[in-house]
């Protein structure tokens, strides 16, 4: 439990510092670099509960394939390589204060709804038995009988979106 | 573990992704920043699910996998329109696009 706890306090900071510098950095290219950061401590935090899946999806998705898509973004509206000033409007302010105050609000509701509830603990069962029960196996099960109709909904989504990319960013 | 460390882990990100959403007027950072907001989302799931008990850890599971395919949709379409926004104004400063304001 304290490892946890101590892999948790890590990845946490790490993930907090790289959200931070994507949205104050004045270099496009570091922000998809630190985007790398944020997304590969959220995906250490799934282990850590026991999605393992998950995990791999968001390494292999967001890591693999959006980051790859961001740099491409970046490269073809020719953004500045280095510093560059002019990133962020005039509302940078507010822009905080906005969400300092949504911080606070979400924070007073969070510890007044959950308190110190706990995890239920899963030390004490097997790793047979906790695979069986949410390993990659069961989500399969789930997504291909309980939520067979919302996956095949989003691969048409997906298609649409394809289709819908290259109509708008291909020259006449 | 606190379910709320996780809960508050993802309180924080939503945060910073919504002041990036409001702060930044280049296109692709914003698009970065609604990357962070739908993470937070997902820690959010999978923190709830796994409240719980098993069978709501797996559902949290299949919400957070459908949440990372719409993102990758999202930001493939959303790209696109930066793109688009490129070639006709030669910029993609978010606040120049104020064709609809009043």
């Keep these: 439990m304290i490892a946890q706890n101590i892999a948790f306090t890590i990845l946490a900071a790490v993930a907090t510092l790289a959200a931070v510098r994507v949205v104050t950095t004045r270099n496009v290219v570091h922000a998809a670099l630190y985007l790398v950061m944020v997304l590969a401590s959220v995906g250490a935090l799934y282990v850590l509960l026991v999605a393992e899946f998950v995990a791999a999806v968001q390494i292999l998705i967001y890591i693999g394939a959006i980051v790859v898509l961001f740099l491409f973004g970046i490269m073809l509206t020719r953004a500045t390589i280095g510093a560059d000033a002019g990133l962020d409007n005039d509302q940078r302010w507010i822009a905080a204060v906005t969400g300092l105050f949504l911080l606070g609000v979400l924070t007073f509701v969070l510890v007044d709804a959950f308190g110190d509830d706990r995890l239920p603990s899963l030390e004490n069962m097997s790793r047979e038995a906790l695979t069986a029960e949410r390993g990659t196996g069961a989500v399969g099960d789930a997504i291909f009988s309980t939520y067979l109709v919302p996956f095949e909904v989003v691969s048409v989504l997906l298609l649409a979106a394809l289709v819908g990319a290259i109509v708008l960013a291909r020259r006449e | ?102």
Excluded at chain 2, 22 to 46: Q, T
Excluded at chain 2, 65 to 80: D, K, Q, R
Aim: aromatic share 6%; with cysteine; proline share 1%.
């Design chain 2, 1 to 102: 573990m606190l379910v709320n460390q996780f809960l508050l882990l993802g309180a924080v990100l939503f945060c910073v992704g919504v002041y990036g959403v409001l702060a930044r007027r280049n296109g692709v950072l914003v698009l970065m920043s609604i990357e962070l907001i739908l993470n937070a989302v997902n820690i959010n799931l999978l923190a709830l699910g796994s409240l719980q008990g098993p069978q709501a850890a797996v559902v949290g599971q299949v919400f957070a996998l459908f949440v990372i395919t719409i993102a990758a949709a999202e930001v493939g379409v959303g790209l696109a329109i930066v793109l688009l926004i490129y070639r006709n104004r030669h910029s993609v400063d978010l606040d120049e696009v104020d064709l609809m304001k009043g």
